[in-house]
């Protein structure tokens, strides 16, 4: 029998992440998924990685990409 914890909605809030991407000290954007964070480069970026390559090559915080400084913060 699988018992399922209830989490509050201000555990939760504590967990999630948020993505912020800056280029030359300027914030360009932040996100909640990195992915939809890759997605949103490459329209102003074509020679920026995709998601898959990010998540694959680099596991280092920040990940540093071209002239792009992607930092994964969290809120409380």
């Known amino acids: 029998m ?3 914890d209830m989490v509050t909605y201000k555990e939760q ?7 912020v991407i ?6 360009l954007g932040l996100f ?3 992915k939809q ?3 949103e480069i490459k329209l102003i970026e ?8 990010i998540t694959r090559l680099d596991k ?9 400084i992607i930092q994964e913060i969290k809120m409380n």
């Open 46 to 53: 074509p020679k920026f990685p995709s998601y898959w390559t």
């Open 2 to 4: 699988y018992i399922c």
């Open 32 to 34: 909640t998924n990195l």
């Open 60 to 68: 280092s915080k920040p990940i540093k990409i071209l002239d792009y």
């Open 22 to 27: 800056n280029k030359d000290n300027i914030t």
């Open 37 to 39: 964070l890759c997605e």
């Open 13 to 19: 809030l504590k967990k999630k992440k948020y993505y």
